[in-house]
């Protein structure tokens, strides 16, 4: 069936919305350890699915959640997946995770604790374990996560990598996430929560575990420019222009400042041909000045082959940046159009037909689903 919006019949303690695009080698994993984490707690796991093209769905559907499914495959970005996933939520409280993640166990009962003794906090976080570092992506993103001051415990500026959120929280700051964003969802939540006077919290405990795909760098690039994913930056600041958050954007994304600074930089090298000087002076000084950033950065990172990488980099979320300000936006208040593929307590696919193949094994594989209290909690 096509729905706007699920009905909320029935509540529950907590949600944890799994999204997912083409995450057949993977979602079994996530999708078991997060119901092993709701078991005890009283919940439900949703998957929001953007349209994948794989056994994503035929393998969900093996196990007792709720399955929902963009309407459009053109809407897919990061943005739909979790706003999606929060439309059929019925939690008084929702985790957000990818599906190429494994929930760890203990976090949400640390997490719940703490939100019951902190309700000034909207949303509580924990350790990000990434188990793929055989790609030079995520080597980089690895040795800068240990430098950012988000992910060290305590009050933090954003939750990135998942967190567990308030309801009521979340709807005061009007929605989970910006459907027009191809990245920065999870950090534009977080500005739009901290200008309404929420806090935000990580703990010093893993709370998941992460394996990227292994894509080589520059294909990897390549995939985030056709994908809209870099565009992110520059919608992140078009969402925010005339808004509260504005300056906690522009404050707390140093990325953006960056890439702005990546695009002064092109304006130079663009100039110096008018410069007024000699031909052979002309073409050294754009020589030097085109190389000055990759000579500055391998010695920075002591490699080559990362300088190089991180100035094209540079450039390409630079030009992002410049595609996300010009993208158009729907409004955030418009319920996202989809499908309902399956209900926890129901038969298979729904407009889909029995899911074929072998079905994956695992405790929760055609289980009941953990029993939900008779009344919602809310600290």
């Not at 796991?45 to 393998?59: F, G, K, N």
């Not at 007792?64 to 409280?93: F, K, N, S």
Request: glycine fraction near 10%.
């Amino acid at each position: 069936m096509t729905t706007r919006e699920l009905p909320h019949t029935r509540p529950a303690r907590l949600t944890v919305v799994i999204k997912a695009l083409n995450e057949e080698g993977r979602i079994a994993l996530a999708i078991e350890s997060a119901l092993r984490a709701v078991q005890h707690i009283g919940g439900e796991v949703v998957l929001a699915d953007s349209c994948s093209t794989d056994r994503t769905v035929e393998i969900a559907a093996a196990y007792p959640i709720r399955i929902v499914q963009l309407a459009h495959p053109d809407e897919r970005c990061c943005g739909a997946g979790p706003q999606l996933g929060y439309q059929h939520a019925l939690g008084e409280y929702v985790y957000l995770m990818d599906g190429d993640m494994e929930l760890l166990p203990g976090f949400l009962d640390r997490a719940l604790a703490f939100l019951a003794q902190h309700p000034e906090v909207a949303g509580v976080g924990g350790r990000v374990v990434e188990r793929n570092l055989e790609s030079l992506e995520y080597r980089e993103r690895a040795a800068r996560e240990r430098l950012e001051p988000h992910r060290v415990p305590g009050p933090v500026d954003r939750l990135d990598g998942g967190g567990l959120y308030r309801r009521c929280a979340i709807q005061e700051a009007g929605h989970l996430s910006d459907r027009n964003l191809h990245s920065y969802e999870e950090f534009e939540l977080a500005v739009r929560l901290r200008a309404r006077g929420w806090k935000l919290w990580r703990l010093p405990i893993d709370a998941v575990a992460h394996v990227g795909h292994e894509t080589p760098p520059y294909k990897l690039l390549m995939r985030r420019w056709k994908s809209g994913y870099i565009c992110g930056s520059g919608e992140l600041l078009r969402s925010a222009l005339g808004q509260p958050w504005l300056r906690l954007v522009w404050r707390n994304q140093r990325e953006i400042r960056l890439y702005l600074g990546v695009l002064a930089w092109w304006a130079v090298l663009l100039t110096v041909p008018l410069w007024p000087m000699e031909w052979p002076l002309r073409a050294g000084a754009l020589t030097a000045l085109a190389l000055a950033p990759v000579v500055l950065m391998s010695l920075r990172k002591r490699s080559l082959a990362r300088g190089i990488y991180a100035v094209v980099s540079w450039c390409f979320n630079a030009a992002g940046l410049v595609r996300g300000l010009l993208h158009a936006r729907k409004p955030t208040t418009e319920p996202i159009a989809s499908r309902v593929l399956r209900e926890p307590g129901g038969p298979g696919l729904s407009g889909r037909g029995a899911p074929g193949g072998a079905s994956p094994g695992g405790a929760f594989r055609n289980a009941p689903l953990p029993p939900s209290p008779p009344s919602a909690h809310r600290s």
